[in-house]
T-cell receptor, first 115, second 113 residues
Framework: GNSVTQMEGPVTLSEEAFLTINCTYTATGYPSLFWYVQYPGEGLQLLLKATKADDKGSNKGFEATYRKETTSFHLEKGSVQVSDSAVYFCALRTNSGGSNYKLTFGKGTLLTVNP | DTGVSQDPRHKITKRGQNVTFRCDPISEHNRLYWYRQTLGQGPEFLTYFQNEAQLEKSRLLSDRFSAERPKGSFSTLEIQRTEQGDSAMYLC???????????FGPGTRLLVL
């Protein structure tokens, strides 16, 4: 079945530090990959996505590249801010066959950025 | 676009009671999804509607759980005879197409005492 494994947290960084949150996946076929973010007290928001190999998703200074050869979709940001403190979820959705709509999520990584 | 809304945001109930949650999707979205998120875990898929038709139910959804979307607009999720293991955040999401981005509501946090 499909699964997503992401780096366990919590991750604590100082403002302006470089961020990497690792995500690897197992899936049949060629899934679409997503990063969702959950700010304190809010719902899940789509941060970025990539739908095919070598695609790079980017938003708000965050980037992630779909690496088929390593089945990975690591999230990076060059300089984090206090406002980036949140829980980050990696997710996939298969694009063929049955059930090609449900999202499969990782466990989430809590990021805390200190001033 | 007012986003996906869920009601209530919090629910505390005693074991054995029935609870019902409501989800209002983004108005033009014909796909609606329910997920459950327990502490320290990512959301897990529960069920999916295309318009008013319920097309899939996860095996996580026991017979005590029922979901409806009577007119293809809002949806309700009912849990009968609640158990302490039902304590979780229940998330609703909607999308316009099957392969389109799913937009999530703020969730309903359920605590069963």
């Amino acid at each position: 079945g499909n699964s997503v494994t992401q780096m366990e947290g919590p991750v604590t960084l100082s403002e302006e530090a470089f961020l990497t949150i690792n995500c690897t996946y197992t899936a049949t076929g060629y899934p679409s990959l997503f990063w969702y973010v959950q700010y304190p007290g809010e719902g899940l928001q789509l941060l970025l996505k990539a739908t095919k190999a070598d695609d790079k998703g980017s938003n708000k200074g965050f980037e992630a590249t779909y690496r088929k050869e390593t089945t990975s979709f690591h999230l990076e940001k060059g300089s984090v801010q206090v406002s980036d403190s949140a829980v980050y979820f990696c997710a996939l959705r298969t694009n063929s066959g049955g059930s090609n709509y449900k999202l499969t999520f990782g466990k989430g990584t809590l990021l805390t950025v200190n001033p | 676009d007012t986003g996906v809304s869920q009601d209530p945001r919090h629910k505390i109930t005693k074991r054995g009671q029935n609870v019902t949650f409501r989800c209002d999707p983004i108005s033009e979205h014909n796909r609606l999804y329910w997920y459950r998120q327990t502490l320290g875990q990512g959301p897990e898929f529960l069920t999916y509607f295309q318009n008013e038709a319920q097309l899939e139910k996860s095996r996580l959804l026991s017979d005590r759980f029922s979901a409806e979307r009577p007119k293809g607009s809002f949806s309700t999720l009912e849990i009968q005879r609640t158990e302490q293991g039902d304590s979780a955040m229940y998330l609703c999401a909607s999308s316009f197409g099957q392969q389109e981005t799913q937009y999530f509501g703020p969730g309903t946090r359920l605590l069963v005492l």
